[in-house]
């Protein structure tokens, strides 16, 4: 069985940094473009980053970068999300998601795994 889970949500005040992770399980994800993707209440699923099967390549959302860094260790069959100066717009449920082409895909409709996400909330 597939899976992706993720871990590493919570509460975060201004300015906080948070590190979430995604292992996957049932098969080898090394070829695979992995992607996080975020959802907030009563908004659509929304691109955040991507990486690569290498690591080599990485692509982020305009408004995060410099804020959030995307990572994986294939060896471990493990995708990270670094996110660091939160801001309140960063709650959403956050989810991991795979795309075996290995293609560099923006939409959420290319990716084939997802996980069940992980909730990121800013506390005031």
């Known amino acids: 069985q597939v899976q992706l889970v993720e871990s590493g949500g919570g509460l975060v005040q201004a300015g906080g940094s948070l590190r979430l992770s995604c292992e996957a399980s049932?098969?080898?994800?090394?070829?695979?473009?992995m992607a996080w993707f975020r959802q907030a209440p009563g908004k659509e699923r929304e691109f955040v980053a991507l990486?690569?099967?290498?690591?080599?390549?990485?692509a982020y959302a305009d408004s995060l970068k410099g804020r959030f860094t995307i990572s994986r260790d294939n060896a471990k069959n493990a995708l990270y999300l670094q996110m660091n100066s939160l801001k309140p717009e960063d709650t959403a449920v956050y989810s991991c998601a795979a795309n075996p082409s290995g293609g560099i895909y923006y939409a959420p409709k290319y990716y084939v795994y997802w996980g069940q996400g992980t909730q990121v909330t800013f506390s005031s």
């Open positions: 990486i690569g099967w290498s690591g080599a390549s990485t």
């Open positions: 049932g098969r080898t994800f090394s070829s695979d473009t």
